[in-house]
């Protein structure tokens, strides 16, 4: 691959140019939207300046600090440890022998800065420790910000920012020292290529240049980043999540004769996170799906192993499951076919069933089946009646209530097969029943009754749909303490769910039984000559159906209004802007009192100082002055010196005594300290040992998992 020298082709961008911020909405907020996603799509990454977001100051300060943390000794860096891969503290590796550094999970959202800072210098070191968390925390500003721009520039709807933004909730912090080569006479590779795992990189580095992008063109282009400036990288995950459209950039570090310290930010999403491609993304023309959803943490399991190619595996695996779960639908429809197929041919369906569901005709054909097999008591479920007429297949109830092809096939076919002259029966009885008049009544209000369930199902569907995306929106918003206060309602919705599933399950087996009316009321028009009784009865079925339906449309309404209270509590709720706003308020007020506090913390512990300064002088001077107004005294004769010497080395034995003290004092603390040390050392141990057998429990689990998914399916 050919090498070009300077970055001519890599954009630079400035969202503070001439010291006033981009203003959302405003035209220039779009054009620079714009300008940013068409780099990303050309070159995967582009030169930033933000001089009024992030000061110089903290930059300097940084790479200061930076360079007194890698100067520590080997055994206390090695202390910062880490079960998760690319965490911890990296200085004698094989693979990158060059390159050391320190990875930090999640700054922002933890203690992870005090405790780092603590763990390095165990005397303190506030300075580095507040650098560095606000140094994070501005970089994840400009990751949110450049998403942002990249969702608006592909004209994306509002609910999308919120997804970009759960696309960085999990962010890590690289402090990175590349060493110089032994043989400086020329450029050496100190960091491999490589794209990130991440969404989005942001970096910066200290004077010494070295870090090289891949084009399109396969040229590498060396980067001249710019003094007190960043550089932005796309990631796989931004790539993916785009469809592709966005360029995850390869990228890697060369240097020659100076060693080279860089500051970054990863950020990226939570292992549990799905990363799906909007589908106003995707097109059949020219950007067909080239992602199919799938899990954070999958990918970055793959990644470790193959980091070249994790994001196409993953993708790969994808797009074999659903051919696979296609395939498998595929089958099963062709097998319901043949059901259907059964049932006219048997003459248990007829042209009158044509705008009914499929689902609704198999269980009614099923029915009619039964129903004219036997002549036993028609209040029997349809597994009875099966076993009563000696079926060989089995079939469950399970089976009926989820429409299972394979397992409802054989059980047809050995009915219609079992059934002497069935066509004529069944012709003659449609024949029939056209000309009873009772009859067609009662079908009517059956249809009715089937209906109202019908749009009852559809509803329901509608309702839980609803929960279901608010449920969503609710877990993507992080607001968990609002999320509690459903819990009340989301039990009650579980109960409706309940009644409305027992409703369901009901269902067929009173159509069963109400077509099995209609038999016995097709047979007494055939049996009985006694019409006035026949069309009482008729009547007074009628009459109950309609009870039933009144009934029935009254559950309706109390379930409605139940739905309604949720609804309106729901509305109740904080939306996604105002918990956005609470929480940067309460971030920035949280910063504040920490700042306050920890001033407080210092005056009062400089007036405590002072004032036992002041105290032990004062007792000094009452002492010399006590001293001096009796010196004369006691030296005019010999009792008087002798009493003044004993009484000086008085002084001088209390003094030692307190001294001892405060050393005794001192060697307490310090045997504290380090049994402290000791204690937080095997913790640490204890970590890593648990995390690496909960990874190996996962990867077991996922192994077994593979294997059995197949008989599963």
């Excluded at 459209?245 to 080279?260: C, D, N, P, S, Y």
Aim: a negative charge; charged letters at 25%; aromatic letters at 8%.
């Amino acid at each position: 691959m050919k090498s070009e020298s300077r970055n001519t082709m890599i954009p630079c961008f400035d969202f503070c140019k001439g010291g006033i911020g981009l203003k959302e909405g405003s035209e220039e907020w779009k054009e620079m939207s714009k300008n940013v996603r068409e780099a990303c799509e050309t070159h995967g990454c582009f030169l930033l300046m933000c001089d009024d977001i992030i000061p110089k100051s903290a930059c300097e300060e940084l790479f200061k600090n930076m360079k007194v943390l890698f100067d520590l000794p080997e055994e206390t860096k090695q202390k910062h440890v880490s079960p998760r891969p690319y965490r911890g503290y990296t200085g004698k590796n094989t693979v990158i022998p060059l390159c050391e550094g320190f990875g930090i999970d999640d700054i922002p959202h933890l203690d992870a800065a005090e405790a780092f800072t603590d763990l390095m210098w165990p005397q303190g070191n506030p300075l580095f420790c507040e650098t560095l968390k606000t140094m994070t925390l501005k970089m994840i500003e400009l990751c949110f910000l450049v998403l942002k721009m990249i969702v608006e520039s592909y004209g994306l709807p509002q609910h999308y920012i919120s997804k970009a933004e759960n696309m960085k909730s999990s962010t890590f912090t690289k402090l990175i020292k590349y060493k110089v080569p032994e043989s400086n006479n020329e450029s050496e590779l100190v960091l491999p290529a490589h794209t990130d795992n991440s969404t989005l990189t942001i970096l910066c580095q200290k004077d010494v240049q070295g870090l090289q992008v891949l084009s399109k063109t396969d040229k590498w282009i060396e980067l001249e980043i710019p003094q007190n400036g960043f550089v932005v990288l796309v990631s796989d995950i931004l790539k993916a999540w785009s469809n592709g459209r966005l360029h995850a950039v390869t990228h890697k570090v060369v240097l020659r004769e100076k060693e080279r310290y860089a500051f970054g930010v990863f950020a990226g999403p939570k292992e549990e996170m799905n990363i799906e491609v909007p589908d106003e993304l995707v097109d059949n023309q020219i950007h067909p799906l080239r992602y199919r959803p799938f899990n954070y943490g999958e990918y970055f399991n793959y990644y470790v192993s193959n980091p070249r190619e994790a994001l196409e595996l993953i993708a790969e695996r994808r797009k074999e499951r659903v051919e696979h779960t296609m395939e498998e639908e595929s089958s099963n429809s062709s097998t319901f076919q043949k059901i259907l197929d059964l049932l006219y041919a048997a003459g248990f369906l007829h042209a009158t069933d044509s705008d009914v569901p499929p689902s609704e005709k198999v269980i009614a054909g099923l029915s009619r089946c039964i129903a004219a097999i036997t002549d036993q008591d028609k209040t029997l479920d349809i597994v009875e009646s099966l076993e009563l007429v000696g079926c060989p297949h089995p079939l469950h109830l399970s089976h009926v209530q989820d429409l299972d092809a394979d397992a409802l096939f054989p059980v047809i076919q050995w009915l219609t097969s079992h059934l002497p002259q069935n066509q004529e029966h069944r012709a003659s009885e449609v024949s029939h029943a056209e000309h009873t008049s009772e009859e067609d009544e009662c079908r009517t209000s059956i249809e009715a009754l089937s209906g109202n369930l019908d749009e009852l199902n559809r509803k329901k569907m509608n309702v839980v749909k609803q929960l279901t995306t608010l449920q969503e929106r609710i877990s993507n918003e992080g607001a968990d303490s609002a999320a509690q206060k459903l819990i009340s309602l989301m039990t009650s919705l579980k109960d409706l769910d309940k009644q409305e599933n027992y409703f369901q399950f009901n269902r067929n087996s009173k159509h069963s039984e109400l077509q099995a009316d209609i038999t016995e009321l097709e047979r007494q028009i055939t049996n009985y000559s006694d019409n006035k009784n026949l069309s009482d009865g008729l009547h007074n079925s009628f009459s109950e159906l309609v009870e039933k339906v009144d009934l029935m449309k009254k559950q309706l309404a109390a379930r409605l209004r139940n739905i309604v209270a949720v609804r309106r509590q729901i509305d109740d709720l904080p939306c996604q802007s105002e918990v956005i706003q609470y929480e940067c308020r309460l971030s920035e007020l949280y910063a504040q009192i920490q700042g306050k506090h920890r001033q407080t913390h210092k005056y009062y512990a400089t007036y405590n100082a002072l004032l036992e300064i002041k105290e032990l002088m004062l007792k000094e001077t009452s002492l010399l002055n006590s001293i001096i107004s009796q010196f004369q005294e006691a030296f005019s004769s010999t009792d008087g010196r002798i009493k003044l010497v004993h009484s000086m080395e008085g002084i001088v034995k209390g003094s030692q005594q307190k001294l001892e003290r405060v050393r005794v004092g001192l060697q307490e603390e310090e045997t504290i300290r380090n049994d402290l040390k000791g204690r937080y050392a095997a913790a640490i141990g204890e970590q890593k040992r648990c995390y690496s057998l909960s990874k190996a429990f996962q990867a077991q689990c996922s192994k077994k998992g593979s294997e059995n998914w197949p008989q599963d399916k």
